[in-house]
């Protein structure tokens, strides 16, 4: 069975490289142009947030419903949560960066526009940055109390340390429902501070928990190609296409209603969303982000042929990464610098960050048993033939 996995040099020189390029990179953007560099930390610490968020939620979903299948997996989650903190560290960086992205936060605007006004007893920075400790305590706690737990297991044993994980879990995902959604109408809907939606923490909250699966499946994947988790079998992926499959559609649901109810309403107050939009040349973007994270998942994990298809499943979580970013694009980008920008500000913010998560996640995984020996349903997932 599967020990502590090693770090490859080549995975850690790496990471190494990646920061050390995001890093000259990212200090390049704040010199040149300050509005484009707020927007890019903002969406790129987001999105590996709601990734280590998304994995968070995954494993709480398997204590609470005593799944056996996955038990193997479970350390990758657990190094995915490892983000969070940093996420919450640099999260505080945006108190520099206020002004850039949201138009809530001008005196001038506070003091000419009714609507602001009206949101300022919730939306002012003091209080901003109050939520945003709060929610970072509330994740790192729970999300601490997991990890050490499932280590407490591996040492001891026993259902006590299976049973209190359960517990953890139930507390987890209600709170994570509430602080997520918050969090999400604070640093992301706030930017269009005249738009409200009342599907837009749903749509995001499920995005998480869509990416961080398929994150978490693209990792098993590369692993078991490179002589970790030897026991995967179709079974296993058959399981983990049916998470993607129906993310899909319950992603393309809740971002098809919400656009399609406000385009049948025809609310000048909600259509100015996606008509500042299609006006200001993101149109295409709205496009292929329903193609990249609705269409093609659905199309190439609907035949059960290509979803035991390790090869198509390993592909399509590239895929849907590529179709996060996208996503959060076009949520950020419209309002803070209203036209379509992609150049070395955005691939070094990108690198640098994504380096920095791989390294954390590495470090994380590679400081326990790959495989947690003690799990109770270890022998399950270990055996898992059903289809």
């Known amino acids: 069975m599967d020990t502590k996995i090693t770090l490859s040099k080549g995975y850690q020189y790496t990471t190494y490289v990646l920061m050390a390029v995001g890093a000259a990179l990212i200090a390049y953007s704040f010199f040149?142009?300050?509005?484009?560099?707020?927007?890019?930390?903002?969406?790129?610490?987001?999105?590996?947030?709601?990734?280590?968020?998304?994995?968070?939620?995954?494993?709480?979903?398997?204590?609470?419903?005593?799944?056996?299948?996955?038990?193997m997996f479970k350390r990758i989650p657990e190094a995915l949560m490892s983000y969070i903190p940093w996420a919450g560290i640099i999260m505080l960086l945006l108190y520099f960066g206020m002004h850039s992205i949201y138009h809530w936060t001008h005196e001038d605007a506070l003091a000419t526009d009714p609507i602001i006004q009206h949101k300022s007893p919730y939306l002012n920075i003091p209080f901003f940055f109050i939520r945003m400790v709060l929610f970072f305590i509330a994740w790192m706690v729970l999300t601490r109390l997991l990890r050490k737990a499932s280590l407490a297991e591996d040492a001891h044993g026993g259902l006590g340390y299976f049973e209190k994980s359960e517990f953890y879990s139930k507390i987890h995902i209600f709170l994570l429902a509430i602080t997520f959604s918050f969090a999400t109408f604070d640093w992301i809907m706030s930017i269009d501070v005249?738009?409200?939606?009342?599907?837009?923490?749903?749509?995001?909250?499920?995005?998480?928990?869509?990416?961080?699966?398929?994150?978490?499946?693209?990792?098993v994947i590369i692993l078991h190609q490179k002589g970790y988790f030897k026991e995967l079998n179709k079974s296993h992926l058959l399981d983990f296409s049916r998470y993607i499959f129906m993310l899909s559609i319950v992603w393309g649901y809740f971002a098809f209603s919400q656009f399609m109810l406000i385009w049948y309403g025809n609310i000048p107050e909600e259509t100015e969303y996606f008509a500042h939009r299609w006006h200001s040349g993101f149109k295409v973007i709205f496009y292929v982000n329903f193609l990249?994270?609705?269409?093609?998942?659905f199309v190439l994990l609907l035949p059960q042929a290509l979803n035991k298809n390790i090869n198509v499943l390993k592909y399509v979580a590239i895929l849907l990464i590529a179709g996060q970013y996208l996503d959060l694009y076009e949520q950020i980008f419209p309002t803070v610098l209203h036209h379509v920008v992609f150049g070395l500000p955005e691939i070094g913010f990108f690198a640098g960050f994504a380096g920095l998560f791989l390294f954390i996640f590495?470090?994380?995984?590679?400081?326990?048993?790959?495989?947690?020996?003690?799990?109770?349903?270890?022998?399950?997932?270990?055996?898992?033939?059903?289809?």
């Open 194 to 219: 005249h738009w409200f939606s009342t599907l837009f923490s749903l749509k995001n909250f499920v995005a998480a928990f869509y990416h961080g699966s398929a994150t978490i499946v693209l990792i």
């Open 292 to 297: 990249i994270n609705w269409f093609i998942p």
């Open 362 to 387: 590495g470090k994380a995984l590679a400081s326990a048993p790959l495989v947690p020996k003690n799990h109770p349903y270890l022998e399950e997932s270990l055996h898992h033939h059903l289809h």
């Open 32 to 71: 040149t142009d300050h509005n484009r560099a707020w927007a890019n930390l903002l969406l790129n610490n987001y999105m590996f947030l709601s990734i280590a968020i998304g994995a968070s939620f995954f494993i709480a979903l398997q204590y609470i419903s005593q799944s056996g299948w996955s038990s």
